[in-house]
């Protein structure tokens, strides 16, 4: 969780809504999953919220396993 007042890194992160947006005030939410070097590999917009944890989590094994076969130098 993260308090962005000013919207500065919801910007970055591309979940802040256009003005015009019925829900402008509620930021996009998105989980992603961020390598040890700070690149995010996977970006998961909440769309099926009793599958959202099973996607990310899918992933991130994915990810793990990858790693696994391509360890970063």
Do not use: C, K, N
Not at 14 to 41: K, N
Not at 56 to 65: H, P, Q, S, Y
Request: glycine letters at 2%.
């Amino acid at each position: 969780m993260l308090s962005d007042p000013d919207h500065a890194v919801g910007t970055l992160y591309e979940v802040v809504r256009d003005a015009d947006d019925q829900y402008a005030s509620f930021p996009r939410r998105i989980s992603y999953l961020i390598d040890p070097t700070g690149t995010i590999r996977r970006a998961h917009a909440v769309s099926d919220v009793a599958a959202h944890a099973d996607d990310v989590l899918r992933d991130l094994r994915d990810l793990r396993a990858e790693a696994e076969q391509h360890p970063l130098p």
